[in-house]
């Protein structure tokens, strides 16, 4: 009888013992998913940051995502949805460059698409001389294009009024354009969160996503004489073949702005889209951008 019983004891004894193997392995296995599941929170040397699922709209990071800073070139963003917002537009139609928007360039030192007086370039390659190059000549042409009203600064003024109006238009309490290319006057502002849906929002465009993943492009224009050109230009995004799955979108610059990106990947159907303002460099902003961009993968 005695005998009987030690070996259910024994059986007992070991069935527990694999029980409890079993929960502590199962236990392990979550605490491992769990782990997997919240990948630590990057450091990042711009002052601002935020990320967003670009599906869902769900934040996936913050630091001071609701301060206002300057915002150099991301504001052609707002440029580009602006034009590419109004009614019947024509990407083809010609503007013809004029000598005001060389010479606002050369005033400036303003990064440039190189667009030469007397040429007649469609809307569209407007587009990819804003974006690629980040072009303020092509900027001023798009904003006394679309602007109305009898003089040309009557047009700008009016073209800056509609990017205020589409930032309202969207809820964004803490964007202010006094420019149509980041080169303001002071009151020139967005800040990580409001930039990022600008950009989510101008991503809906199908010509404004083509335009902003291209990393180069040869676009003919024609001359003044009648004749052509070919104009190349390269995207100043280096996320564009330097990230997999990057599809945008626009870098900026200035004395306060220092180094900022607006950035978007795909990766197995999740787009993840956010913005760095105020890096230290344009290495750094990079390097802020890919950080980001893996942790919200991974979130």
């Known amino acids: 009888m005695n005998i009987g019983l030690k070996g259910i004891n024994r059986a007992t004894v070991a069935a527990t013992v694999a029980l409890t193997a079993g929960a502590v392995l199962a236990g392990g296995a979550l605490?491992?998913?769990?782990?997997?599941?919240?990948?630590?929170t990057p450091t990042i040397t711009a002052k601002g940051g935020f990320v967003m699922n670009d599906g869902t709209a769900k934040a996936l990071y913050a630091k001071a995502a609701d301060t206002r800073r300057s915002t150099g070139s991301t504001t052609k963003i707002m440029t580009a949805k602006?034009?590419?917002?109004?009614?019947?537009?024509n990407l083809d139609s010609k503007v013809?460059?004029?000598?005001?928007?060389?010479?606002?360039?050369?005033?400036?030192?303003?990064?440039?698409?190189?667009?030469?007086?007397?040429?007649?370039?469609?809307?569209?390659?407007?587009?990819?001389?804003?974006?690629?190059?980040?072009?303020?000549?092509?900027?001023?042409?798009?904003a006394d294009k679309f602007g109305s009203g009898t003089t040309r600064a009557a047009r700008v003024k009016s073209f800056i009024g509609k990017m205020n109006a589409s930032a309202k238009s969207l809820g964004l309490k803490n964007t202010h354009f006094d420019s149509?290319?980041?080169?303001?006057?002071?009151?020139?502002y967005s800040t990580p969160r409001d930039l990022t849906k600008i950009a989510?929002?101008?991503m809906k465009s199908s010509t404004f996503r083509a335009i902003v993943k291209t990393k180069s492009t040869k676009q003919k224009v024609t001359?003044?004489?009648g004749g052509y050109r070919y104009m190349s230009w390269?995207?100043?995004n280096p996320l564009l073949g330097g990230y997999s799955g990057a599809i945008g979108v626009k870098t900026g610059s200035g004395?306060?702005?220092?180094?900022?990106?607006?950035?978007a990947a795909t990766r197995n159907g999740k787009t993840v889209i956010g913005t760095v303002l105020t890096s230290t460099s344009a290495t750094s902003r990079t390097t802020d951008a890919k950080k980001l961009l893996d942790y919200g993968f991974k979130k």
């Open 31 to 40: 605490a491992s998913t769990a782990h997997a599941a919240t990948p630590p």
């Open 82 to 89: 602006v034009v590419l917002a109004q009614k019947n537009l």
């Open 96 to 142: 013809t460059i004029q000598k005001a928007y060389s010479d606002y360039i050369v005033k400036n030192t303003a990064s440039s698409a190189r667009l030469i007086v007397g040429d007649k370039v469609t809307v569209r390659q407007l587009l990819y001389g804003l974006m690629l190059p980040s072009g303020c000549d092509a900027a001023y042409a798009l």
């Open 180 to 188: 149509f290319d980041g080169i303001g006057s002071g009151s020139n």
């Open 200 to 202: 989510s929002s101008a």
């Open 223 to 225: 001359t003044k004489s």
């Open 234 to 236: 390269t995207n100043t």
């Open 255 to 263: 004395p306060s702005a220092k180094y900022c990106l607006v950035f």
